[in-house]
Nanobody
Framework: QVQLVESGGGSVQAGGSLRLSCVAS????????MGWFRQAPGKEREGVAA???????HYADAVQGRLTISNDDAKNTLSLLMDSLKPGDTAIYYC????????????????????WGQGTQVTVSS
């Protein structure tokens, strides 16, 4: 059974940084696709960063240059380093995973993922 557990969320001031982690069990992150998504109150879930073995890392335009996704195969952990945070980044952040690789244009689509974590809250104050 695949389980994804996020951690690292919290409250920071604008301009600050956070590092989110997602530990996967029952699933090997190597040669697969994984991503980070977020959902703010009243808004749809959106992809912010994703990675797979063929397309590499892909980012949403709104976070390009501020967020960095990485994976540690040995620890079966996906990370998201978030710098220069803005109040607009406030949301619940979810880790997602699925098997196989897709075209890069599908990596940030929530429908491309079967497995989801429970989410971790990120709050950025001005």
């Amino acid at each position: 059974q695949v389980q994804l557990v996020e951690s690292g969320g919290g409250s920071v001031q604008a301009g600050g940084s956070l590092r989110l982690s997602c530990v996967a069990s029952g699933y090997s992150i190597s040669s697969k696709r994984m991503g980070w998504f977020r959902q703010a109150p009243g808004k749809e879930r959106e992809g912010v960063a994703a990675i797979d073995s063929r397309a590499g890392a892909h980012y949403a335009d709104a976070v390009q240059g501020r967020l960095t996704i990485s994976n540690d195969d040995a620890k079966n952990t996906l990370s998201l380093l978030m710098d220069s945070l803005k109040p607009g980044d406030t949301a619940i952040y979810y880790c997602a995973a699925d098997h196989g690789v897709l075209g890069w244009w599908l990596l940030l689509n929530p429908r491309s993922y079967k497995y989801w974590g429970q989410g971790t809250q990120v709050t950025v104050s001005s």
